[in-house]
Every structure is written in structure tokens, then in C-alpha cells.
């Protein structure tokens, strides 16, 4: 099914219409946010509805954007989600939304039980502006097919002198000597959403969470690692392709019991 909702209006179509000069076409020039639906509601507590629009609002204000129609944002998203329970919802420059949807991904239950394989990228791939989800994901994009070039499922963007920023799609966390890890955002990566529910939650819960830069040597001792997103929840990583060799992680580790905790805790 090819359905979507551009600038108030639901489309079934397999293309999109943008003029010739649409800075969203020629550079990439939009913000955008990916959620996935639960209980077939966006104000669902993980659905985080309103969490995704404060992101995409912050990044519109910094840019000096226009605002899109929040009623009209909902209508869309609303209408879209009846058919797919991912969502991702894009806004131009001056304010048009373009929203389309897509499924979970066929693997992702096996992905979760048993984790997958991640290689590291060279650092000029490395997302530009990496505060904000902008439609300018080429290097990500470009990471993530040089990966699966290698049989890998994900790739871990790094910076210059080679620490763990983040996944093309994800947050990293990491789990070592009784605590939880992951980069700060001072490191220059996005705030995922389920990045910042997931440290307030664990801190409510007395753990601790470091949020510290990962080094080369930091990420040798974690006894186990894995991303998140607001569409796969977490997923382990048990295997790191470096160019020195691999990393091994348990992708069964204890610890991220409490972390699907969250997704089912009331």
C-alpha cells in the first residue's frame, strides 16, 4: 500500500510532488521524527507523541523555521497509523508535514532475543548538525550500506579520534562493573527519545548511568552493549567489527532485563 499525508492531504501515491527548487529536495532541507505506535494510541505512554513533537519543534526554533498545524500534524499521523504502526513525520522549511508509515522490522524479535552484528564507520561519516534529525542522513545512510556490505545489521558512527558516538539509527548503551553507559550528548549525537525515557526511568530506579565518552579502551570492558530507537526498543549487539579485529559482547546479559522493563512497566 502506498498511502501518505503531505501538507494536509492523504495521497495514495508511489511519488511525491516538490517543485524543482524545494529546498527538501535539493538539500535535504527537513526535521524529522520517527515513533512507533502502542495501543494503537499516540498518547500511549510509549508512544512518547509529545516528546517527538517538543523534538521537532526545538529543531525548527533553531533553525528559524516555520511551525507546522499541530491539529493537522495529529489528523495526519493519526490517519497514517491505522494502517502501519511506524510512523515517520517530516516537516519542510515553511511548515508543510509529510508523514508516511512502514512496518516493524521482520527480524526484530529474533534481533532483540539474540542481538546482531555492528561495524565500526570511518569518522567522516559522521552525521553532520547530530543534535538534529534532519533529511540530510547520507552518511548514516552510506554507513549503514557499507556495513551490511560485511553481513553486518548496524554500524556505530565514531568521531575523530575514534570514540563510540552512536548508531546510524540508535543510541548506545553499554554495561560494565554494575552501572549502564552511554555517550553523552556533548559527544555530538542525537537525543533520541528513548535515550532520555530511558535514563530518567533507570535514575528513578536507583541505577546508575554514566554518561561518559566511549573510548577505544572504555568499550573494551563493557561486559555487554546494545542501541535504541523509538521503533526497535533496544537491541544487543553481541559482535563489533573493528579494523584492529572484534569485539564480543553477550547479547543475553542479565542486565538488559531492566531495560526491557521499561517497555512493559506501567
Known sequence: MFI?????KLIESRTLELEIDDPGLLYGATVFTTLRVYNNSLDSRLTHWRCHCDRLKFSLQTF????????RLRQGAEIIMTHFPVLRIAVFPDGREW???????????????????????????????PSHKTGNYLSAWLAKANAQKLDAQEVILVDTVGNWLETS??????????????????????????????????????????????????????EAIAYSNSVVETVPIHTVIQPTGKLEYNPHHGCFQQLRMFFIAL
Open 4 to 8: 501518505y499525508w503531505f501538507n494536509g
Open 64 to 71: 528559524g523555521w516555520q511551525m507546522p498545524d499541530e491539529e
Open 169 to 222: 539509527t540508535g543510541n548506545l548503551w553499554g554495561w560494565r562493573n554494575g552501572s549502564w553507559w552511554t555517550p553523552p550528548l556533548t559527544a555530538g549525537i542525537l537525543p533520541g527519545v528513548v535515550r532520555g525515557q530511558l535514563v530518567d526511568w533507570l535514575l528513578k530506579k536507583q541505577q546508575v548511568v554514566r554518561e561518559e565518552p566511549w573510548t577505544p579502551e572504555l568499550v573494551k570492558g563493557f
Open 99 to 129: 508523514i508516511t508509515g512502514r512496518l516493524l522490522p521482520k527480524n526484530l524479535t529474533q534481533n532483540q532475543k539474540n542481538g546482531l552484528i555492528a561495524t565500526l564507520a570511518e569518522s567522516e561519516f559522521a552525521r553532520s548538525l
